[in-house]
């Protein structure tokens, strides 16, 4: 059975403000980096979302004391009793998210042992937990299948090791420089993702006493220490949900500002939103966005790893380029599958057409490959109101764009799924004057 149905009455123009907080990309992976420390350690401007929820059930299973003022965004991690937890705790607590996996480096320090527990997530495109084994077994670690996940084991402290990334994965960044800080000896990582959120995590474990540095050719080296204390940091404002918010400003033609984010982190999506037709006010404490008026115009823009225009940005852009004059290319070089989102599109009047082919310029990994990773929407098509289905977190959001821009009454189930990664978005919208009831 679907959780979480929203009744939504659409063609209403959002104004008002909102805050944004933390980015869920970095403090849930902040939070697993409070396991290498020996003291304890405080995140502010946290944000309280599921994945939170998921990563404090899970450290406290093993031994973690987690304190949380949720009024204030601040977390309090205490590892100092870190302890193995019951396999069937991690697997209950873990539940579909693939936090589990980033345990293992901290957790091979601290006890010699860790489980993984067999792992969900958003199904947006091939996320194999087999490179992230594939690293841990670099530094030393065994790995045995067991009964619902994989058990692995160090009995002799982590080694440095080199690695070389095929693609800058994120996760697979964020494995290795949790594994390497307590490693014995140099890790050298070639072609390592350089997000703004990876770098914010580099700064946390800095503080905590690591040694790191990034090379301007996406090479990461890091020297293991015997030591990591605890730290204090204020997470980094989420970017994703800052440009969601500015979306729906757009595709509602509202005006919406977005309290705590920032125009470093954005520049490259910001750049697109003004070409589109959107504009924006950059203030001390935060972005003004709204449509100014005028016919939106069409682009043509591929997804990038960083510096490039985030992939996670690009759904709940889609649903404002339905209403853009001309014909609209998107390529998605990052997650093969990621635009099964526009089939509720296409029910409530978007004209989008998906094809196999790279529609772009950018080197792509999934060319010839028949994944329909390229988009071609036509507009303005006037959207109307639909029964639909949340896919995935970004796609599900970009569901609720479509919905509160369309002419009359939509019902969107599955929106539990947002609460991953967007904090009390229902109070959110309400405060934007959107007519949203949750009615199950």
Same mark, same amino acid.
């Given at each position: ?21 933390? %980015? ?9 980096? %409070? ?14 979302? !599921? ?12 031994? #973690? ?14 590892? =100092? ?26 957790? &091979? ?19 194999? #937990? ?8 670099n530094f030393g670690a065994t790995i045995d299948r067991s009964d619902g996940g994989l058990t692995l084991s160090a009995p002799r402290r982590l080694r440095g090791t080199k690695i070389e990334l095929p693609y800058p994965s994120v996760g697979a960044t964020e494995q290795t420089l949790l594994a390497a800080v307590r490693a014995e000896g140099i890790t050298v990582l070639h072609g390592a993702a350089v997000e703004p959120e990876i770098i914010d995590l580099i700064d946390v474990l800095q503080k905590m006493g690591a040694i790191i540095s990034v090379d301007t050719d996406r090479t990461i080296t890091i020297e293991g220490v015997d ?8 997470? &980094? ?9 500015? $979306?729906?400003?757009? %595709? =509602? ?13 954005? $520049? ?5 939103? !003004?070409? #589109? ?39 709940? +852009? ?59 929407? $036509? ?13 995935? +977190? ?36 309400? %405060? ?9």
């Amino acid at each position: 059975m679907v959780d979480g149905v929203l009744k939504v009455e659409g063609s209403r123009p959002l104004h008002g403000e909102i805050t944004v907080r933390g %980015a869920k990309n970095l403090v849930p992976k902040a939070m697993v980096a %409070a396991l290498l420390g020996e003291s304890q350690s405080t995140i502010r401007n946290a944000p309280m979302i !599921r994945d939170v929820e998921v990563v404090s059930a899970l450290l406290r299973i093993h031994g #973690v004391t987690v304190d949380i003022d949720q009024n204030a965004g601040v977390l309090y991690l205490d590892p =100092t009793d870190v302890e193995s937890a019951q396999i069937a705790d991690i697997g209950r607590h873990a539940g579909s998210s693939r936090i589990p996996i980033l345990l293992c480096g901290p957790l &091979l320090h601290r006890l010699g042992k860790a489980f993984i527990p067999d792992l969900g997530g958003c199904h947006i495109g091939d996320r194999p #937990v087999d490179f992230h084994l594939q690293i841990l077994q670099n530094f030393g670690a065994t790995i045995d299948r067991s009964d619902g996940g994989l058990t692995l084991s160090a009995p002799r402290r982590l080694r440095g090791t080199k690695i070389e990334l095929p693609y800058p994965s994120v996760g697979a960044t964020e494995q290795t420089l949790l594994a390497a800080v307590r490693a014995e000896g140099i890790t050298v990582l070639h072609g390592a993702a350089v997000e703004p959120e990876i770098i914010d995590l580099i700064d946390v474990l800095q503080k905590m006493g690591a040694i790191i540095s990034v090379d301007t050719d996406r090479t990461i080296t890091i020297e293991g220490v015997d030591h990591l204390t605890g730290f204090t940091h204020v997470a &980094l404002p989420d970017r994703i949900e800052a440009a969601s918010w500015a $979306s729906a400003a757009l %595709a =509602t033609h509202g005006d919406i500002f977005v309290r705590g984010a920032r125009q470093t982190a954005m $520049s490259t999506f910001l750049n697109i939103y !003004r070409k #589109v037709g959107g504009a924006f006010d950059v203030h001390d404490d935060g972005i003004r966005f709204y449509h100014p008026g005028g016919q939106l115009r069409s682009q043509a823009l591929e997804t990038n790893v960083h510096p490039g225009f985030m992939t996670d940005w690009q759904q709940p +852009l889609v649903v404002a380029l339905t209403q853009a004059q001309g014909l609209s290319i998107v390529h998605e070089t990052v997650y093969e599958n990621r635009f099964g989102f526009t089939e509720a599109l296409n029910k409530m009047g978007a004209n989008i057409q998906v094809y196999r082919e790279c529609l772009g310029g950018a080197k792509c990994r999934f060319g010839a490959q028949n994944f329909y990773h390229s988009a071609v929407i $036509s507009g303005p098509t006037p959207l109307h109101g639909a029964d639909i289905e949340v896919p995935d +977190l970004r796609g599900g959001f970009s569901h609720l764009i479509a919905a509160l821009s369309a002419e009359g009454t939509s019902h969107v189930s599955g929106i539990n799924l947002i609460d991953r990664g967007y904090e009390r978005f229902m109070e959110k919208l309400e %405060a934007l004057d959107a007519r949203v009831e949750r009615i199950k």
